[in-house]
């Protein structure tokens, strides 16, 4: 049995525990920690908990019944809990964005190495029907060459959302939008295509008051035979994800579409029936996944706890999406086109220096301490 403990009790705590909840055959969580006593013991209760409070990471790291620690802290804090955890001989399973900077990856990952524990990064949009079938697509070559593609991630989220003192400055969250919501989509980027060569790229905020951050990117990313462009936002009503992918032969969708064209002897498309109805056909046949979103990437973390060997989402993906989002950072606010990778001397490359270079697009002025604890949405589903 894997003893699990929890360190943050806000709203994706709630949904970490309700999956490890489906696993009680391989785990069981243990320990709580908040800074805040009155939210964990809330937290327990809600959840019907029999677990041990603490309001000391430290305290709870001593106790060595627990095996693996969900980090479910603000982002600032991931880099510095995770090193603690493992060093404290413990797995760890981070939420998303790994960290706010590519130097605080890399010190993880050197907590990783020296302790040999396994560090999950949650990505849990990797486990959806749509993007696993896709993929599959992609491996079968069925496409051809690919050559251009397209994601959308538009998310809303109003003011109030920056009030949170967390939330909204490059100190605490180091990226608005494209840090925070669009990581996703940069991940299940990374995750089909590979990094890229090279990003030029816009941002801005455009109707965000309590945030210094950006609510609005987008991004051109280069690869050696292919292009991909890349939206971000927090203004958009309906969040509406896509994805769009153009190949030699045909060209797919998510929400899932499926187009094919031959040509007319001037050159202009003719519907290739044939080829669409058999990706189409290709698409229908792949299975639904049993688990999906963070209830398989917590069995996919508790099954490489039981044998590394396993797959799991690592710290090198989620070191992975925030050079990535470095990269177009830089490139957005000097105006230029960026290569991959970003180097240690880069002053991209560290939070601080970073932050001394970034666009502070208004001044926040509201610090709340918490925000209602109701229930949040993780990004719509790419069909809805
Ligand atoms: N995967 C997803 O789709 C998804 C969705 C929402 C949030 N998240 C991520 O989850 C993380 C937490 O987000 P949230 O919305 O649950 O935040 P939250 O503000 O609701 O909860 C954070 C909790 O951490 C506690 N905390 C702060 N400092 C602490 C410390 N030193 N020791 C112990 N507890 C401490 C706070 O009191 C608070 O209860 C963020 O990184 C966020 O990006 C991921």
């Known amino acids: 049995m894997i003893n699990i403990g929890i360190i943050g009790t806000g709203a994706i705590s709630r949904i970490h525990i ?8 391989k785990c069981s969580v243990v320990a709580i920690c908040d800074t805040v006593k009155e939210k964990a013991e809330l937290l327990c209760e809600e959840k019907g ?5 603490y309001t000391d990471v430290n305290k709870m790291l001593e106790d060595e019944t627990i095996d693996a620690i969900s980090i479910c802290l603000p982002p600032s804090l991931h880099s510095k809990f995770t090193i603690l955890s493992l060093d404290a001989k413990k797995h760890v399973l981070c939420e998303k964005p790994m960290a706010t900077s590519i130097e605080e990856c890399d010190l993880m990952v050197d907590a990783v190495s ?5 560090l999950s990064i949650v990505s849990q949009n990797r486990y959806k029907d749509e993007i696993t079938k896709v993929k599959q697509i992609l491996d079968s070559g069925k496409l051809g060459k690919i050559h251009f593609a397209n994601f959308n991630s538009l998310w809303w989220r109003s003011d109030i959302y920056y009030h949170l003192k967390y939330r909204g400055t490059w100190q605490s969250d180091n990226g608005g939008c494209t840090m925070n919501h669009s990581i996703h989509y940069i991940d299940l980027m990374i995750m089909l295509f590979g990094k890229p060569k090279s990003v030029r790229a816009y941002f801005n905020n455009l109707n965000h008051k309590n945030s210094e951050c950006e609510d609005i990117s987008i991004a051109i990313f280069e690869y050696e035979d292919k292009v991909i462009t890349f939206n971000s936002s927090l203004l958009s009503h309906g ?7 153009d190949g030699e032969n045909a060209g797919i969708s998510i929400p899932w579409n499926v187009n094919a064209s031959k040509t007319l002897a001037n050159g202009f498309p003719l519907d290739d029936e044939e080829k669409a109805k058999e990706i189409n056909d290709l698409y229908n046949s792949l299975d639904n996944l049993k688990y999906k979103e963070h209830d398989a990437q917590i069995l996919h973390f508790l099954n490489a706890i039981e044998n590394p060997a396993n797959e799991y989402i690592s710290q090198d993906d989620g070191k992975n999406t925030i050079e990535v989002v470095m990269a177009l950072y830089k490139a957005a606010q000097e105006e230029t086109r960026v290569n991959f990778p970003i180097e240690k001397d880069d002053p991209y490359y560290k939070k601080e220096t970073m932050i001394g270079k970034m666009t502070r697009f208004n001044e926040k002025e509201i610090f709340l301490d918490s925000l209602p604890n109701i229930e949040i949405s993780l990004g719509r589903d790419f069909s809805k």
Not at 18 to 25: Q, V
Not at 114 to 118: D, F, L, V
Not at 239 to 245: A, G, Y
């Open 239 to 245: 969040e509406k994800q896509s994805i769009t992918i």
């Open 18 to 25: 309700d999956s490890y909840k489906k696993f009680s055959d």
């Open 114 to 118: 020296r302790n040999k524990k396994i």
């Open 49 to 53: 908990l029999d677990a041990k409070i």
